[in-house]
Each structure stands twice: as structure tokens, then as C-alpha cells.
């Protein structure tokens, strides 16, 4: 069983579409942080979010952390191709970093 | 240049063979981790260590080692490798005493059990 849920777990669209991808879980995190993966390389760190609520952008992506920290999501707008990539979530727990499945975004030209 | 190396970048083996994944990391992170990652699990977490001499288990260790006598080394051995054990697996450190530290991931090492 996964302890933390993504969805969807595939999503392609169109460039300049707008998306959000989600990280469910039933646990409370001190911190969750959202990693890009490339093929071929490891996971590289987008953002964390530490407190219930936050809300942080980083130019077209904008990560939301639920007021009860259990749960948080990635919208991105105005999808570009280089977005694509494998999209992760990773819940801290004491230094016990458990990652959902991912979500595979596709961005078509 | 500062990072954090996996070796060897690809291996095959036999069914039953030992063999040992190398993780070398030039920050000093006291915190260093081993993942593997498959289709449809994402990255599941094998062992952590949180210093040298101190390694802890994760949620997939059954027919995996570690140790960690230098803070800057953690390999992983599988000593007897069996077919389920191919994956690709990632070491990451950890500054250890920030919320927001990320893990530095190397690029892997994919592994295969025939």
C-alpha cells in the first residue's frame, strides 16, 4: 500500500494547457516536498512546504500544502515541453522520506 | 566537483550471485539513503542511515545489506540477487536538521537479475 497517492497517474496534454497533479495521503507530515525526474537521472528537488496551507510559486508551478498537511498538489500553468518528466511527491516523516508512485506528464508541441 | 556518485551504472548478474551497489557523497550529509524504483511503486525506500555506524531499516530491506563505516560511503549488497530485485536504485543524502533540506539524488544504478 502506498502511503502517499498520486493522481494522475499519466497525464498528457497540449502546450500551453493548464494542469494539477495530486499527492494524497492519510498521514500528517512535518514537510512534504515535490521532486522532476528525468529519464535516466535521479529525482531533482522542485519545492518543500512546511506549514498547513502554504502556498508556494515557483514561475508557472504553484504547490499548495492542505491545512492539515496530509495532502498538497502542483498546478502548472501554461504547459510548456519541457515540462515532461515524472512529477514526485515525497512526505517527511522524521527523516523517513516516503515517495508516491508519481505522476508521468507528457507536454505535446 | 561536489555530489553524490553511484557505481556501476548498469549491472547484470545471475540469480543468486552477491553484489554490491556503491554510493559515494562529497558534502558530509550525515543522512544518506538507498531507493528503489519501479513501474507503478515509484521510489520505495530500502535502508537510511543516519550517521556512520547507525542504518536503519526502510519499507522494502528483506535480501538487502548496508553498512556505513565513512559518513561519505553506503554501499548496498544483495547477497544472494533473485529476479525481483531488478529495479533501478538511487542513493540520495540528506543535510539532516533543516525541514526544507532536499535529498541529492545520484543517477542510479540499473540492475539486472537474470
Known amino acids: 500500500t502506498q502511503l502517499l497517492e498520486q493522481s494522475p497517474q499519466f497525464l498528457s496534454i497540449q502546450e500551453g494547457e493548464n494542469l494539477t497533479v495530486y499527492c494524497n495521503s492519510s498521514?500528517?507530515?512535518?514537510?512534504l516536498q515535490w521532486y522532476r525526474q528525468e529519464p535516466g537521472e535521479g529525482p531533482v528537488l522542485l519545492v518543500t512546504?512546511?506549514?498547513?496551507?502554504e502556498v508556494k510559486k515557483l514561475k508557472r508551478l504553484t504547490f499548495q500544502f492542505g491545512d492539515a498537511r496530509k495532502d498538497s498538489s502542483l498546478h502548472i500553468t501554461a504547459a510548456q515541453t519541457g515540462d515532461t518528466g515524472l512529477y514526485l511527491c515525497?512526505?517527511?516523516?522524521?527523516?523517513?522520506?516516503?515517495f508516491g508512485a508519481g505522476t508521468r506528464l507528457t507536454v505535446k508541441p | 566537483d561536489a555530489g553524490i556518485t553511484q557505481s556501476p551504472r548498469y549491472k547484470i548478474t545471475e540469480t543468486g550471485r552477491q553484489v554490491t551497489l556503491m554510493c559515494h557523497q562529497t558534502?558530509?550529509?550525515?543522512?544518506m539513503f538507498w531507493y528503489r524504483q519501479d513501474l507503478g511503486h515509484g521510489l520505495r525506500l530500502i535502508y537510511y542511515?543516519?550517521?556512520?555506524?547507525?542504518?536503519d531499516k526502510g519499507e522494502v530491506p528483506d535480501g538487502y545489506v548496508v553498512s556505513r563505516s565513512k559518513t561519505e560511503n553506503f554501499p548496498l549488497t544483495l547477497e544472494s540477487a533473485t529476479r525481483s530485485q531488478t529495479s533501478v536504485y538511487f542513493c540520495?543524502?540528506?543535510?539532516?536538521?533543516?525541514?526544507?533540506?532536499?535529498?541529492?539524488f545520484g543517477n542510479g544504478t540499473r540492475l539486472t537479475v537474470t
Open positions: 515525497a512526505g517527511d516523516e522524521d527523516n523517513d522520506m516516503r
Open positions: 540520495a543524502s540528506r543535510h539532516p536538521f533543516r525541514a526544507d533540506s532536499p535529498l541529492h
Open positions: 498521514s500528517v507530515f512535518s514537510s
Open positions: 542511515s543516519a550517521a556512520a555506524d547507525i542504518t
Open positions: 558534502w558530509s550529509h550525515s543522512y
Open positions: 512546504v512546511v506549514t498547513g496551507g
